[in-house]
């Protein structure tokens, strides 16, 4: 094979792309501009964090299946240790949004930052709510049984059973977490390759 | 090659200043240590709320009165699933926006028949007994309009039915076989043989509790519960939690449309405040895009919070 | 891992809740302990000075 069939193969294409877009250096930085110097920064790590804690502790009451946790003291911990960390999670979304609402982080072609990270605020918003209707106990019935009023409303409720336990399982534990940890990477692939977005020009005290 | 003019809301000014060392592997590290300690010791101190599930039979031992008139609403058909509309059946048109009805448009997907499904169905499924076997019988031979004057003459008499020695009694007569029927199915709730009726209509195995969930909904058990909890609609219930844990605080906005005018009255609400909040989230995706309303965090100035050091230089 | 096994909170949440009602709004007091928190943990972060900078500085 010549070189320059080499350099047509698909795979050496896609590798040079992502090597374009992400070298190394782009994707573990070791420095960052000086103007990334504010708590508010921390607040992106700290929900990766707690999606982390999230997951993990998940796991563990998948393990067991989803009744255990009524039934164990260890299960019940481990459930704490889940709404704690979901707790924290959103309240960690949240101001990280309110940060970078305020630094108008979608300048300079990031855009698309900003759309996946609403994307994965709303797909969280209905991770959680599959959860609490899955914990099969005297909170799911009622979220349940009132949730579905606004859900049928609008059609939606055609498909997406809210009474249906096992249905909301697998979306509480497969498909929306999936969805929320792939947007998450994307978002964060996103920040890496844009680079953290720079403060506003000012000109005279005035921003230009 | 002409130079776009510069858009300080969607372009940002190319840095070329300083780089300091900065450790994102040891932030990301140390976040993760930080946050788990602080769930364990949050979920130790607090833990998390499990308020057992209602059952049936809870609900018809606790009142049996309110369990016969719900009942006897499905037989009549005036419970709320029984006049819900689509995606259970066909009783009412359902929610509209303008000429929209998207859970007419999307159809009866979950079929739910309340006689047939709440009581008859569960009746048949008990073992033999002679006056049950009667009842159902005559009922299943009466027309419909037989049966709908049976069912409206007990229900005239149903605001002075009794309970005593495990009878439901209702003065009303020329009620054929309902008073039987309210009766069996009582008991058989009393029994919890209906929580297990109500779910293995689709055979052995199921993970499906729509009709069960529809059943105790359509009573008034659920819901002077839920009311204790502050967990109703009108009580901005959707972010409350059971006890006095922090619920999903993230739905403010979404309970909050259904507290005001023209929400709190309309019978459309449903479908309003999710057109609403879909508006809303969408402009919230497209604000980097909506020209003035990207311009509010330049004009704010908050910024110059964040960036102060590299301002002051 | 024994200790897990007589793990219950120490402070557990489950009476029921108190509420704070203001016009047209009804906030649980723990939802609202929730959101103070947020407003101050983002004050805190535009407020608070970020370590590391004197010393940084120096070195350029
Ligand atoms: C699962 C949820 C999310 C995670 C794990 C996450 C994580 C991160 C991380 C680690 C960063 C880089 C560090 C930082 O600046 O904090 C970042 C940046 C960013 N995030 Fe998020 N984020 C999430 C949700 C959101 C939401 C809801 C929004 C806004 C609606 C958002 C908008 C942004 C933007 C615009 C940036 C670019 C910042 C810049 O260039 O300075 N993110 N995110």
New interface residues.
């Given amino acids: 094979m010549s070189t320059a069939e080499i350099e047509k193969q698909w795979t050496t294409r896609l590798r040079k792309r992502a090597h374009g877009h992400l070298p190394p250096e782009k994707l573990l930085p070791d420095t960052q501009p000086a103007y990334v110097s504010s708590w508010i920064y921390v607040f992106g790590v700290t929900t990766i964090a707690a999606l982390v804690m999230v997951i993990l502790s998940g796991i563990i009451l998948a393990l067991r299946g989803p009744q255990w946790w009524h039934s164990s003291s260890v299960g019940h911990f481990v459930n704490s240790t889940h709404l704690w960390s979901v707790e924290i999670f959103f309240f960690a979304m949240i101001v990280h949004l309110w940060g970078k609402f305020f630094m108008a982080a979608w300048r300079g072609g990031r855009s698309l930052t900003w759309v996946t990270g609403v994307v994965t605020f709303l797909t969280s918003v209905g991770t959680a709510f599959t959860g609490y209707v899955s914990q099969t106990n005297f909170d799911s019935q009622w979220i349940s049984t009132q949730a579905k009023d606004g859900i049928n409303a609008t059609g939606v409720g055609s498909i997406f059973n809210v009474l249906n336990l096992g249905q909301m399982l697998m979306w509480h534990i497969v498909l929306l977490p999936l969805a929320a940890v792939i947007l998450t990477a994307v978002h964060v692939l996103l920040v890496r390759v844009k680079g953290v977005v720079p403060p506003f020009e000012e000109t005279n005290g005035a921003s230009k | 090659m002409k130079t776009k003019p510069f858009r300080p809301d969607v372009d940002a000014p190319e840095y070329k200043g300083a780089y300091a060392p900065y450790d994102i592997i040891k932030e990301g590290t140390i976040a993760i240590v930080v946050v788990g300690l602080l769930v364990v010791l949050l979920a130790t101190l607090f833990g998390s709320p499990d308020e057992r599930a209602i059952t049936i039979k809870a609900w018809s031992n606790a009142d049996p009165i309110d369990f016969a008139t719900t009942a006897l609403g499905e037989l009549n058909g005036t419970t709320i699933t029984a006049q819900y509309g689509a995606p259970y059946n066909t009783a009412a048109p359902g929610q509209n926006l303008g000429p929209l009805r998207l859970a007419q448009f999307a159809g009866v997907t979950i079929p739910v028949n309340t006689v047939r499904d709440f009581v008859i169905n569960p009746l048949s499924s008990l073992p033999y007994d002679r006056s049950l076997s009667a009842a159902l019988t005559a009922w299943k031979g009466a027309s419909a309009s037989q049966q709908g004057t049976w069912v409206s003459n007990y229900t005239k008499g149903a605001t002075k039915m009794t309970w005593s020695n495990g009878i439901i009694s209702d003065p009303a007569s020329n009620t054929g076989p309902v008073p039987t029927m309210i009766n069996k199915l009582t008991a058989m709730a009393r029994s919890g043989a209906l929580d297990q009726a109500l779910v293995t209509g689709n055979g052995f195995y199921t993970t499906n509790y729509t009709k069960p969930l529809l059943f105790v909904a359509d009573g008034t058990y659920l819901a002077n519960l839920a009311q204790k909890q502050h967990l109703l609609g009108s009580q901005w219930g959707m972010m409350n939690e059971t006890g006095s844990y922090p619920g999903q605080a993230w739905l403010w906005l979404y309970t909050f449309w259904y507290q005001v005018s023209p929400f709190s009255s309309s019978s459309n609400a449903d479908l309003q405040v999710s057109a609403v909040m879909g508006l809303l989230s969408l402009l919230l995706l497209l604000l980097p895009f909506i020209p003035g309303l990207r311009s509010i965090p330049r004009k704010l100035k908050v910024y110059r919070l964040i960036w102060r050091e590299y301002y002051n230089g | 891992m024994a200790f ?16 704070i009602h203001w016009g ?8 609202f ?3 103070v ?2 407003v101050l ?2 004050l ?5 000075p ?1 370590p ?2 004197n010393r ?1 500085k120096e070195s ?1």
């Fill in positions: 897990l096994w007589s793990l219950a909170a120490l402070i557990p949440l489950d009476n029921y809740g108190h509420y047209v709004i009804d906030i649980s007091v723990a939802n302990i929730v959101v928190l947020m943990a983002f805190a972060a535009l407020f608070l970020f590391g900078r940084r350029r």
